[in-house]
């Protein structure tokens, strides 16, 4: 049986950036609920909670852009015309964001100032995900294999809509974490934010689910067809499960738990997408198979992620445990 190396890539490219936003979701988050945090200390701790690994995260954004272009160029040449703008003022929130992060750190005078660009490179970077996410749901026009639309095609009410869900579900990855990581008054505010902030999510996330298989005749025959219409069935039950869980580990102060329940619901999201999705990189337009490189360039590049990616998960796993447990509310990054 021949192996089939563009689904290989295909799966790599899609845990790389499932692992892109479940790692680097949370540390946005820290600047999604930035502006709802007034004391000083508070807002260096959030930041020291995540100094040790946001650089690390944004490695999986590397990894899955880079990617695509190197193993699915045709879809990287149709995605990318698609979405120059909100894919442009993401790449600038994040720059932004990580110039603030580090100038916070070396003025006094001008310190609020960065703190306005830490929250909103965030908050842009995050909005422009969702927008992006948004606009390829529904579908980017394809005529001989190439972007056939206009240049506002991406902003629509469901593009936008996606956009404030997508912000709003950091914000509870960042509060989950805050309170898996924090102690004191900093970790109860982020304890009240996190179950209003989990509802909101588990509601846009019914809102999507509902609308979402209208917008094509193929997610419609995906979600309720055989054998796929099982998992429609499922994940509502496994999303009302991490709700629990996260108004369980709340109640109970087992802090580690909300975050991990968190993390489900947008492993669960992800899931959906990509049942949606399959057999289509860009949906309803180019397959997987349309749109790979050659088999042989397929081949050697692999060789080159299965040295690298295990790499890549040793370190980041190496560096979230070494700073493992709680962060001292008077030590970190300077």
């Given at each position: 049986m021949p192996i089939d190396y563009a689904f290989i890539w295909a799966a790599l490219i899609a845990f790389a950036v499932l692992a892109y936003v479940v790692l680097d979701g949370f540390d946005l988050g820290i600047g999604v609920l930035f502006p709802f945090f007034r004391n000083e200390h508070d807002r260096d701790q959030m930041v020291n909670s995540v100094a040790p690994v946001w650089?690390?995260?944004?490695?999986?954004?590397?990894?899955?852009?880079?990617?695509?272009?190197?193993?699915?160029?045709?879809?990287?040449?149709?995605?990318?015309?698609?979405?120059?703008?909100?894919?442009?003022?993401?790449?600038?929130?994040?720059?932004?964001?990580?110039?603030?992060?580090?100038?916070?750190?070396?003025?006094?005078?001008?310190?609020?100032?960065?703190?306005?660009?830490?929250?909103?490179?965030?908050?842009?970077?995050?909005?422009?995900?969702?927008?992006?996410?948004?606009?390829?749901?529904?579908?980017?026009?394809?005529?001989?294999?190439?972007?056939?639309?206009?240049?506002?095609?991406?902003?629509?009410?469901?593009?936008?809509?996606?956009?404030?869900?997508?912000?709003?579900?950091?914000?509870?990855?960042?509060?989950?974490?805050?309170?898996?990581?924090?102690?004191?008054?900093?970790?109860?505010?982020?304890?009240?934010?996190?179950?209003?902030?989990?509802?909101?999510?588990?509601?846009?996330?019914?809102?999507?689910?509902?609308?979402?298989?209208?917008?094509?005749?193929?997610?419609?025959?995906?979600?309720?067809?055989?054998?796929?219409?099982?998992?429609?069935?499922?994940?509502?039950?496994?999303v009302l499960g991490c709700l629990y869980l996260i108004h369980k580990g709340l109640r109970d102060g087992r802090d580690w738990l909300p975050f991990v329940a968190a993390l489900g619901l947008f492993v669960l999201g992800y899931a959906g997408i990509g049942i949606s999705f399959y057999p289509y990189i860009v949906p309803t337009a180019l397959t997987i198979w349309e749109a790979a490189a050659p088999d042989d360039s397929l081949k050697f590049l692999l060789v080159g992620a299965a040295v690298l990616v295990p790499i890549i998960l040793i370190y980041t796993s190496y560096a979230y445990w070494v700073f493992r447990g709680k962060i001292d509310p008077e030590e970190g990054y300077h």
């Open positions: 650089d690390g995260n944004e490695t999986w954004l590397v990894l899955g852009g880079g990617g695509l272009l190197a193993v699915f160029p045709l879809a990287y040449a149709t995605i990318l015309p698609a979405l120059y703008m909100p894919i442009i003022l993401m790449l600038l929130g994040l720059i932004f964001r990580g110039v603030a992060f580090e100038y916070r750190w070396r003025t006094t005078r001008w310190k609020p100032v960065w703190d306005v660009g830490f929250a909103g490179g965030s908050i842009l970077a995050g909005f422009c995900q969702g927008i992006a996410l948004g606009a390829l749901v529904q579908g980017i026009p394809v005529a001989n294999r190439a972007y056939s639309g206009g240049w506002w095609d991406w902003l629509t009410p469901f593009s936008i809509a996606t956009g404030v869900a997508l912000v709003l579900g950091y914000g509870l990855l960042g509060a989950t974490w805050l309170v898996f990581k924090t102690v004191g008054p900093l970790r109860e505010q982020a304890r009240r934010f996190a179950l209003p902030l989990a509802l909101v999510t588990v509601a846009a996330m019914g809102i999507f689910s509902l609308w979402t298989p209208w917008l094509k005749p193929h997610y419609l025959d995906r979600w309720f067809g055989y054998p796929t219409a099982i998992f429609s069935v499922i994940v509502p039950l496994l």
